[in-house]
């Protein structure tokens, strides 16, 4: 009986009743401008993955001028505390500050007439900070989580994007690093999925050597261009043939090679990503890539007159898999704050910040702040913040519905 008492004083009905729970909702909506204005700042301040220093300084201030104790670690990572609350078991409240794509410029970066955003990064990740700063704000403004058994912690993170491999969140699950009992993750501005379930992914940066020379004296010689290309072909082709078990993925992303038209290139080089929801079948992809590489150089050698070419395969990151059990309180929690709001979602299975702390067993989750976006990782990216306010509902009940809880607190 008191155990169910206890689950019945923590549903989100029960929760949405609270007068500061009540009261932080209707400010959402009453400061949308305010909240807005951060949004639009915080994205002029350009932030590529190894380049957050400027917007988490920024990100710092905002949250010490909101009262909470702001400190940067040594990853970069930004780690706000309420004075006092050292001894409370923690759930953290994170965004990543990086960017795959930076703006030129602050004007870059604009607000159209009908308040959407449009530019690098607005809505990957700049939805996610501005719901971080906007639920600092209303903890601050109506004394949220100060006297929940657990504690809120708020942390902007580094090294999300691309080659950061997760760095800021690598620092902050490391042996001795602070104790924190639950991870919620806001990326991007979409309700409508929950990612519980972490895609594993590795990335290689695959080279090619040769003599180089000029090409028509030296027409002949081992061409590193040539052997990358093939290389590139015969990998895909052999995966569009090969019959996978589960959804699996493959993309060269960035390749480089040769100085001029009229040389015979040196080197070249490709990055390459590859994910998928089994590690076996990663493991696959991977040794795919060794095959068809070493495959390309020995026909390229092969035709050459001369010095032959040489390969290297790189490991440049690699994110763990893993996932939150379909009985977790943290999903549970959720699913029910998602059914009283009226929020119809699904879980999903992706590569986020949640991914190292779900490697390791800790609950978490990856979720958005709330809003309508898209364009991501591309110029042409955009945010409209309709929808925000419901997203950050939701974001607040579900913190303190986890700050609650005794099963979450004593992980």
């Known amino acids: ?31 949308r401008q305010w909240i807005q204005d951060r949004h639009l700042k ?19 201030e905002q949250l010490l001028a909101l009262g909470w104790e702001a400190k940067t670690d040594r990853a970069g990572n930004v780690i706000a505390t309420r004075s ?49 700063l906007a639920i600092a704000a209303a903890a601050s403004r109506f004394s949220l989580f100060e006297e929940t058994p657990g504690r809120l912690m708020l942390i902007a993170n580094v090294g999300e994007e691309g080659e950061g491999n997760l760095s800021g969140m690598r620092y902050l699950c490391r042996p001795g690093g602070p104790r924190i009992q639950a991870f919620v993750v806001l990326d991007g501005p979409a309700t409508d999925h929950i ?9 290689f940066d695959v080279s090619l050597n040769g003599p180089g020379g000029h090409s028509w004296s030296d027409h002949g010689a081992a ?20 019959n996978g078990t589960c959804r699996s993925s493959y993309n060269f992303g960035v390749i480089d090679g040769g100085s001029s038209i009229t040389s015979i ?13 089994s590690p076996e079948t990663l493991d696959e992809l991977t040794a795919a890539l060794s095959a068809a590489v070493e495959q390309a150089l020995e026909v390229e050698n092969a035709r050459a007159a001369g010095a032959r070419l040489s390969a290297r395969i790189k490991e440049l990151g690699s994110r763990p898999a893993g996932r939150l059990s379909d009985n977790s309180p943290l999903l549970r929690h959720l699913l029910a704050v998602d059914q009283h709001l009226g929020i119809r979602s699904q ?34 990216e955009w945010f409209h913040a309709e929808g925000r306010e419901l997203g950050l509902r939701r974001v607040l009940m579900l913190l303190s519905l986890l700050t609650r809880d005794p099963e979450i607190l004593s992980h």
């Open 195 to 203: 990612t519980c379930r972490a895609l594993a992914s590795r990335r």
């Open 265 to 277: 290139p040196a080197s070249a080089r490709a990055k390459v990503d590859l994910r998928s929801e």
């Open 42 to 60: 915080l994205c002029r301040i350009a932030a590529p993955t190894f380049f957050e220093e400027k917007r988490a300084a920024w990100i710092a």
């Open 84 to 132: 006092g609350e050292e001894d409370r078991p923690a759930v953290a409240l994170t965004a990543h500050l990086d960017t795959v794509l930076a703006p030129r410029s602050p004007e870059e970066i604009r607000q159209n007439p009908d308040g959407s955003l449009h530019g690098p990064g607005v809505s990957d990740n700049g939805a996610g900070l501005a719901g971080l």
């Open 223 to 242: 061409n590193p261009v040539h052997a990358l290309s093939r290389a590139i072909t015969l990998y895909c082709d052999n995966r569009r043939s090969a």
């Open 347 to 380: 879980t999903d299975c992706s590569s986020t910040d949640a991914n190292i702390p779900l490697s390791l067993g800790v609950p978490a989750v990856s979720i958005g702040a709330g809003g309508q976006g898209g364009g991501a990782h591309t110029t042409e």
């Open 1 to 31: 009986m008191a155990k169910q008492q206890q689950l019945a004083a923590l549903s989100p009905r029960a929760l949405a009743e609270l007068p500061a729970i009540r009261n932080a909702g209707q400010w959402f909506a009453r400061e």
